[in-house]
Every structure is written in structure tokens, then in C-alpha cells.
């Protein structure tokens, strides 16, 4: 989260951790191959520039909950290497 701290200064940490759930959940979710990759921070960055560009970050306004609801997540790239380690 820190590069995306860094590198989206328009976004706000909810909008963040909103995107880290996101991206933890869609890759968790994805099966086999299509979830192995070489680089697992350069995924993220991607995920981040596609996600918290300023049209990625506009969301419908109608109850806006989803931000107070979002779990904190701290991405542990050890156990995402580790992971993909053991899918190749």
C-alpha cells in the first residue's frame, strides 16, 4: 500500500484499502494459471494506476457505505510469493 500512498496522492487511504480488498479478493478468486504471476508488485501497481486514476476512483454517490465497510487489509507479499510459488 505504500507505493500506492506514493504514487495516487489524489487517493484517500479508504480508497486504498478498498482497492487492496479488491485486489486480494480477485486474485485469491482467480483459478490456476490465470492467477500465476512472475511479479506480483508490478500486478499491484497496475491494479493501482487502472483502479486509482481519477475515473476509477469516481464512484456512484448513492450510499457511499462501502468505504466504512471495507476491512483494513495489509498486502503480506511473503504469502503472496509464497503462493505463487506453489501454483508454478
Not at 24 to 35: L, S
Not at 48 to 60: D, F, K
Request: hydrophobic share 40%; glycine share 4%.
Amino acid at each position: 500500500m505504500t507505493w500506492a500512498r506514493v504514487n495516487c496522492p489524489a487517493a484517500t487511504v479508504e480508497q486504498i484499502q478498498y482497492q487492496a480488498a479488491q485486489f486480494r479478493d480477485y486474485w485469491i478468486a482467480k483459478p490456476g494459471a490465470q492467477a500465476c504471476k512472475l511479479d506480483w508488485e508490478a500486478t499491484w501497481r497496475n491494479w493501482c494506476r487502472r483502479g486509482l486514476s481519477e475515473a476509477g476512483m469516481r464512484r456512484p454517490q448513492s450510499t457511499g457505505s462501502y468505504r466504512k465497510t471495507e476491512p483494513k487489509v495489509e498486502l503480506d507479499w511473503d504469502a503472496i510469493n509464497a503462493y505463487a510459488a506453489r501454483l508454478a
